[in-house]
Every structure is written in C-alpha cells, then in structure tokens.
C-alpha cells in the first residue's frame, strides 16, 4: 500500500540517497555537491528553505517529493515549485508518482496557490509523457537560465564574468 508524510529528520538519509539515484539517472551524479547536512539544513534550519514528503511502499521508502514556495507577480499569487520528483525505478508505475503529485498539488490548493510547476530534461520521455497525462502542459515559449559557481559570485560580488 503506497502512503505519503512529511519527511522527518531521520528521513534525510533515504533523500540522500534519492537525490544521488535520481542524478545517476540524469547522467549528472557528478554534479551533486549536497550533503545530509545541507538537505537538513535547508528542510530543518531557521527558516526551512524547502518542503518535503515521502513516498512508502508497505513502510519501505521508495520516492519523494521536494518543493519550495515561490511566487507570481502576474497572479498575486504564491505557487508552488517541484524541485524533485523520484520514485525508485522497480516502483515506477505503481501509481506512487501520481500519488506524490497529487499530495503537493493538494497542498498548493490547500494554501491558495496559483502554480504547480517543475522542469523535466527534455530527453525525458516518460517522465514528459506521464505528466502531460495529468494534464500538465509544457512552458515552450520561456527558456531557463542559471548561474552558478563563479558566474554566480562574480555578479553576486558587484563584477562580471
């Protein structure tokens, strides 16, 4: 029987683990900085930074949900941002994916939220498949950008790259 919690700090291990899972099957494991510690800071410290749940299977952990509010000017509304969405590769399509979607959307209902949104690779055919079989739709006409590293603290710092 699936079932979904809050995530607790004896949790933060098992994220650990799903965030290394998940980005080995990225093909980017060699991008992971994060620690347990940073995972615990940031859904533990003063203030939590992010929102997780946990997905089980008969009591054993197979996936989880991280998230972080965010917000639209357009609609004066908060939103909600999937950071993370892993259900382990012999659990997928069990319904466990839809279940942790369906809790975060209920808790952006729940607050009022205006958006429920998240990025997927674009290499990704399963997971593109099976979102737009909830009915999600793609944001084609915005292209994302990042900084990071020293891009990041150069502007941070006053200067440019």
Partial sequence: MI??????????PT?????IE???????????????????????GEPARIEALLCEMDGEPIGHAIFFTNFSTWLGKHGIF??????????????????????????AV????????????????PAIGFYESLGAEPLSEWVGYRLTGPALAALGGGDTP
Wanted: net charge negative.
């Fill in 3 to 12: 079932s979904i919690r809050p995530v607790t700090v004896d949790d933060v």
């Fill in 15 to 19: 994220m650990m683990r799903f965030v």
């Fill in 22 to 44: 998940l980005a080995r099957y990225e093909k980017a494991e060699h991008e992971v900085k994060a620690t347990e510690s940073d995972i615990h800071s940031a859904l533990f």
């Fill in 82 to 107: 999937l950071e993370e969405l892993y259900i382990t590769p012999e659990q997928r399509g069990n319904g466990a994916g839809k279940a942790l979607l369906q809790a975060v959307a209920a808790i």
């Fill in 110 to 125: 729940e607050r009022g939220c205006g958006r429920f949104e998240w990025n997927v690779l674009d290499w990704n055919s």
